[in-house]
């Protein structure tokens, strides 16, 4: 048998690459059946028109993507799409540092309040989506309620369309915040604290030290949790489903659920896979370009 | 090497008193938000339906009632829904920690052409938004014959790229000399995974059977598309077919929705422990 | 050293080779059993959006159905009313389509158009007294496709000790408009947050459902004679978009929020609800409040009219069972089915014989609000069946959404509207 120290340099057909590529088959068999089949059956699917119902979809070329640029309701998705990752990342970078920050104190119970700030997190969109309708109600809901309680007349919340996103916003910072925390919390015990000490004996104070040591060591910690965060964003389908159906008039229509309406209301599925590309492009060049920014300091 | 956790969080001995107050203050307030949608969902669970339209919000129900749940349980397959997502999750949990595993340690450890290339594409996955792929995937399923059974809810799930990639980067972690020690001993690749490097990996397994378990219980959109009898029907999708045709028996909507939270959170609080040890060690964070 | 541990990795690769293979026989084994025991009965799969009590009732006339004909076995599997229509289309176009489709309100002529569902006409015989009011939404090309299950249709609902308390004489209802929008004021204490009047305005299709009843009183209408273009932006249409958004912004009888009718109609129990546009399915809830309520056709405005649903039976074209299939429609439609069914769960029965069949009139006796359905069919029409309706459907209610939760001035909004639905129109009927 090949001496494995030996071969290495010899041939590149050598035994670790064998047994990485048949460690890696499975994966790769699986990877090609169930990811890349339907993304490419999809790609093939958005030169196409077809509404689900004659077996054969009938061949349109670039017509879907032409369609798209001029469609009105897209461009609103994607404003709206927009607005909703940049709101929910923002959220969850400021609170999740925040109360990772809270979390880190010593303080009693602190373990407690870790495992119930998770929750949220374990908990499914759907029974999210199910309560938060209700917290949001306009004349029964708790937040209302409260706010009357306090002699504030709230918002419309879900009913109110300048508002309606910001609602969904809050729904998905209160279910992920947590998660993120954990994530934060794990990046600041990282941090050696002699940096501390050192830092502390030169006199700098604590939002000195916040400054120039917690933020720049977190910044992997950072990359992970924007990049995570935008992927997740996308994922809003689920509450959108369950607590607007893209209303009122339109106005929590992001793109996953306009694909999802296009395809399943109007029964255009061709023109929802070019869609789904679309958006596939735009989270694709949007990964890139924060890898850039924040430099590949993820692949250690 | 190992990151040392020389960190210590904030000493109370050199903290102010009105800034321990503060800070108990912060966490009472985000125990308070995080919780509250939990109360008000058991709460209203054990009231009858009229109650919870009522104006004024009660956190304790006034009269409390058993009905909704004895309701939910007789008159839907609640019990059946729950072992089904059970059944699901648990296996697609072991079926994924398994394959990460397997899957990651090439990435990790061994050199060979095209690793980089392929990781990356593997990562690029997870930016494929589901709904492109869920009708032709769901075709498919149709051809395999999978339609409304365990295989088709399972199968298309048994890999994640994410616990490939929370794999790879703690098994690099570990220290090459471990391997080393046991490939001079004569141990094969394999042995050496299985044998030697697996029985450390027990956080970062914790962690990703909590993510995996989670995920898998609480989708959606898959399981709507496959599943086409009622036997077959997870609890998240009991739930959401209750939210259209029995929203007027809202109680019992809300002792279903307490009820399908139970099991993940039964799962986090139990592996909870190894969690935060798991992220830390999985090299997020540099 | 190495050879040992070559042969270790073989057996190990055996094992799994094996195992791979023992779980592949038994999957294989289980199917086959499955089918063969399939083979001996005819199966049909039904999928129904029916839910809570009528699901019930459904089950024993299925059990009652298996009796009669004990060669057919029906499997009835329920979802809900915005889930099934999606997961019908994946289920037609991955070839694993239901025997029988239980159509929302409608039967979308697209299905028809396009062959998924099969005329029925050859396998089921309808009673000579059929309401006439399903034909313009189940026949297309002269051929009928949708076996009415139930004809539905809405009325107002009154809750007569809420109009009392207000003053009002309960035995007078609103004739007209004005009269709706005054009685509802009266019983409107928003401080309270009790409103007189509920109407649903989720995106969907209940909400055109609501705009279209409107509409057809205002004299309008959806669609041209000929089916290829909008016909709702209109002074008609003007009319009533202004009705409904006043509603809830300027005369303010209902709340600014948005809500399904299901909603609304569960709401009926907290006493704080002084009217509804109601379905007759969901008589039992309203009666089940014990609240002293009174039905009566909806209010005109130029003329009388409401929107006329119901429920159908469609047969995919896919069903490898369609004469059971047909058996059950047919079973279904007998005039003693009907009635008993339309009576047990307060919907309209789907013939005269049926409404006049002795033991729908039982039930009738009993329903305190039944007959004010009966006497609104004339003037009930359902949705134009033409191709691409369901499309128009969703743009409807977005634009209704547009102008009572939105800001949207009625006129703008119906211009908008109407354009995506020409376009949407145009396209659907481009094959």
Same mark, same amino acid.
């Given at each position: 048998m090949t001496n494995p120290m030996a071969g290495r340099s010899i041939h590149w057909w050598n035994e670790e690459t064998r047994f990485a590529w048949a460690a890696l088959t499975p994966a790769l068999l699986f990877f090609a059946t169930f990811v890349g089949f339907p993304f490419g059956y999809s790609f093939y699917l958005s030169f196409h028109d077809w509404?689900?119902?004659?077996?054969t979809p009938t061949w349109v070329g670039l017509e879907n993507y032409t369609a798209l640029m001029a469609d009105a309701e897209f461009t609103k998705s994607l404003v709206q799409t927009a607005l909703f990752t940049i709101g929910i990342t923002a959220c969850i970078v400021v609170f999740s540092l925040a109360m990772a920050l809270l979390l880190d104190q010593k303080l009693r119970w602190i373990k407690l309040y870790r495992t119930i700030f998770y929750l949220p997190a374990v908990t499914s969109l759907v029974a999210i989506g199910i309560v938060w309708v209700w917290m949001f109600d306009p004349q029964h809901g708790l937040i209302n309620q409260g706010l009357r309680g306090i002699g504030v007349e709230g918002p419309l919340w879900l009913a109110d369309t300048r508002i309606a996103l910001l609602s969904l916003i809050l729904t998905a910072a209160w279910r992920n915040v947590g998660y993120f925390a954990t994530i934060f919390l794990a990046g600041l015990q990282g941090i050696d604290n002699t940096y501390y000490e050192a830092a502390r004996i030169d006199g700098a104070g604590a939002w000195d030290r916040f400054r120039r040591i917690t933020l720049p060591l977190l910044k992997p910690t950072f990359v992970f949790v924007v990049v995570m965060s935008v992927i997740l964003s996308f994922q809003v389908f689920a509450l959108v489903y369950v607590m607007t159906s893209g209303g009122p008039a339109g106005s929590t229509s992001v793109l996953v659920f306009y694909l999802y309406q296009q395809a399943f209301t109007y029964f255009r599925m061709g023109y929802a896979s070019a869609v789904g590309y679309v958006l596939f492009l735009i989270i694709f060049v949007l990964t890139l370009l924060q890898f850039k920014a924040f430099g590949k300091t993820v692949e250690a | 090497m190992t990151k040392s956790t020389l960190h210590t969080p904030g000493r109370l001995d050199e903290r102010p008193w009105p800034a321990t107050v503060l800070l108990y203050a912060l966490l009472l307030l985000c125990t308070v938000i995080t919780l509250l949608p939990f109360a008000w969902m058991l709460s209203s669970s054990f009231k009858p339906t009229v109650e919870i339209f009522s104006g004024t919000a009660q956190l304790i129900p006034a009269n409390p009632i058993l009905d909704n749940y004895i309701n939910a349980v007789t008159r839907q397959p609640v019990a059946r829904a729950i072992f089904n997502s059970i059944l699901v999750a648990g296996i697609e949990t072991f079926a994924v920690v398994v394959t990460s595993v397997f899957t990651a340690y090439p990435f990790a450890r061994l050199r060979f052409p095209g690793r980089d290339i392929l990781f990356m594409l593997i990562l690029g996955t997870m930016m494929i938004p589901s709904q492109v792929t869920m009708i032709p995937t769901f075709i498919l399923m149709k051809w395999f014959g999978w339609i409304d059974s365990y295989q088709g809810l399972i199968v298309p799930r048994i890999m994640a790229p994410l616990g490939i990639f929370l794999m790879r980067q703690f098994l690099q972690s570990l220290p090459k000399e471990l391997e080393e020690a046991a490939r001079i001993d004569g141990c094969s690749r394999l042995t050496t995974l299985t044998h030697v490097l697996l029985p450390l990996t027990g956080p970062a397994v914790a962690t990703l059977a909590i993510f995996t378990f989670t995920a898998s219980w609480n989708e959606f959109f898959w399981p709507l598309l496959v599943v086409q009898s009622t036997e077959m029907w997870t609890i998240q999708l009991l739930i959401a077919q209750l939210k259209a045709a029995e929203v007027t028996d809202w109680g019992m909507v809300m002792a279903i929705v307490s009820l399908s939270v139970l099991p993940t959170v039964l799962i986090y609080v139990v592996l909870q422990r190894y969690f935060v040890k798991g992220i830390a060690m999985s090299g997020l964070k540099g | 050293m190495n050879e040992r541990n070559a042969l270790h990795k073989i057996d190990r690769r055996q094992l799994l080779k094996a195992a791979a293979a023992a779980s592949g026989v038994v999957a294989g084994s289980t199917l086959a059993s499955r089918s063969f025991a399939q083979a001996r009965k005819r199966t049909v799969n039904i999928w129904v959006h029916f839910g809570g009590a009528n699901l019930d009732i459904l089950n024993r006339y299925v059990a009652e159905f298996h009796q009669a004909q004990p060669d057919i076995e029906i499997k009835i599997t329920a979802y809900g009313p915005s889930e099934i229509l999606p997961k019908y289309l994946a289920a037609v176009a991955a070839g694993?389509?239901?025997?029988i489709f239980h159509a929302?309100?409608?039967?979308?002529p697209d299905l028809a158009i396009n062959k998924v569902i099969v005329p029925v006409d050859d396998m089921v015989k309808l009673d000579p007294t059929s309401l006439k009011n399903f034909d313009a939404i189940t026949v297309y090309g002269g051929r009928r496709y949708g076996v009415p299950v139930n004809g539905g249709l809405g009325a107002m609902c009154y809750n007569a000790e809420l109009m009392e308390k207000a003053g009002?004489? =309960?035995?007078?209802?609103?004739?007209t408009w004005d009269d709706l929008i005054n009685v509802a004021g009266k019983m409107t204490i928003a401080a309270d947050n009790q409103w007189g009047l509920l109407l649903g305005n989720q995106a969907g299709f209940a909400t055109a459902q609501n705009f279209w009843a409107f509409m057809v009183a205002a004299g309008g209408d959806l669609v041209t004679p000929d089916g290829k273009a909008s016909a709702f932006n209109s002074e008609a249409g003007v009319d009533t978009l202004n009705f409904l958004s006043d509603a809830v912004n300027k005369t303010r009888i209902s709340p600014k929020k948005m809500y399904t009718d299901v909603q609304a109609w569960g709401e009926w129990a907290t006493r704080k609800v002084g009217s509804v546009l109601l379905y007759p399915v969901w008589t039992a809830q309203i009666l089940n409040t014990k609240i002293r309520s009174v039905a009566a056709p909806p209010p005109r405005r130029k003329q009388r009219g409401a929107h006329f649903a119901g429920n159908y039976w469609t047969i995919s =074209?896919? =069903?490898?069972n369609k004469e059971a299939a047909g058996q059950f429609c047919q079973w279904w439609v007998q005039p003693v089915i009907s009635g008993r069914w339309a009576g047990e769960t307060g919907a309209i029965p789907n013939s005269q014989a049926a409404i006049d069949h002795p033991l729908f009139k039982q039930f009738l006796a009993k329903n305190p609000l039944g007959q004010a359905f009966l006497d609104t069919i004339p003037y009930a029409r359902p949705f134009?069946?033409?191709?691409?309706i369901p499309a128009v459907i969703q743009i409807v209610s977005e634009m209704v959404q547009q102008v009572v939760l939105g800001s949207e001035a009625p006129r703008d909004a119906l211009a908008k509207a109407a354009t995506r639905a020409d376009a949407e129109l145009k396209r659907a009927q481009r094959t």
């Open positions: 509404n689900m119902m004659v077996p | - | 694993a389509a239901p025997d929302p309100g409608y039967v979308p009002l004489d =309960s035995n007078k209802l609103p004739d =074209s896919q =069903s490898k134009p069946g033409v191709v691409g």
